[in-house]
Nanobody
Framework: QVQLVESGGGLVQPGGSLRLSCAASGFTVSSYAMSWYRQAPGKERELVAATSAGGTTNYADSVKGRFTISRDNVKNTVYLQMNSLKPEDTAVYYC?????????WGQGTQVTVSS
């Protein structure tokens, strides 16, 4: 059974850090493009960061220099390290796995940046 389970969200003050995890089962993340999306209330879901199966990464302009996506193929897990968090980073963060004709989504984890 294919499953993506996100964890690590929570409430953090502006300037703080969080690390999100996305644990995969039923497939191997090393052969998929893995990405993180987020959706704030009243807004469309947007791409935050992505890493290809070959290791190429790309980031939304709004998070460049603050967020880092990585994967641990042994643990079959993808991470999103988020530093220097801002209130505008508040959203539900989703993990996505994709390859030709196959896309999987996690259930999301809430990140709230507030003082």
């Amino acid at each position: 059974q294919v499953q993506l389970v996100e964890s690590g969200g929570g409430l953090v003050q502006p300037g703080g850090s969080l690390r999100l995890s996305c644990a995969a089962s039923g497939f191997t993340v090393s052969s998929y493009a893995m990405s993180w999306y987020r959706q704030a209330p009243g807004k469309e879901r947007e791409l935050v960061a992505a890493t290809s199966a070959g290791g190429t990464t790309n980031y939304a302009d709004s998070v460049k220099g603050r967020f880092t996506i990585s994967r641990d193929n042994v643990k079959n897990t993808v991470y999103l390290q988020m530093n220097s968090l801002k209130p505008e980073d508040t959203a539900v963060y989703y993990c996505r796995a994709g390859r030709v004709l196959r896309v999987y989504w996690g259930q999301g984890t809430q990140v709230t940046v507030s003082s």
